[in-house]
């Protein structure tokens, strides 16, 4: 049974850092492309970040570009977001999911977790 548990959400003020990690287990791990997404209350689920199975490749969204970086440690098992400089818009639930594919922006990823909440303060 596949699991994604991210943890690392909380709430902090704009300008503030944050990191998020992300645990998985039941699959082999550096198969994977892992990414990262968020949803905000009333908006779809939107691309943040993604890494290719070996951690040599990343991509973006505009938003978030230069601000966040997404890595990952496949002795661990884990993918990390870490946020710098965070703005008020920045604030949702935070998914990360796992795909067999290549890592890509649309949200049709195998495996999702539960999501952490980030809520940001002007």
């Known amino acids: 049974q596949v699991q994604l548990v991210e943890s690392g959400g909380g709430l902090v003020q704009a300008g503030d850092s944050l990191s998020l990690s992300c645990a998985a287990s039941g699959l082999t791990f550096n198969n994977y492309a892992m990414g990262w997404f968020r949803q905000a209350p009333g908006k779809e689920r939107e691309f943040v970040a993604a890494i290719n199975w070996s951690g040599s490749t990343t991509y973006y969204a505009d938003s978030v570009k230069g601000r966040f970086t997404i890595s990952r440690d496949n002795a661990k098992n884990t993918v990390s977001l870490q946020m710098n400089s965070l703005k008020p818009e920045d604030t949702a639930i935070y998914y990360c999911?796992?795909?067999?594919?290549?890592?890509?922006?649309?949200?049709?990823?195998?495996?999702w977790g539960q999501g952490t909440q980030v809520t940001v303060s002007s």
């Open positions: 999911a796992a795909d067999l594919g290549r890592p890509r922006a649309t949200p049709n990823y195998d495996y």
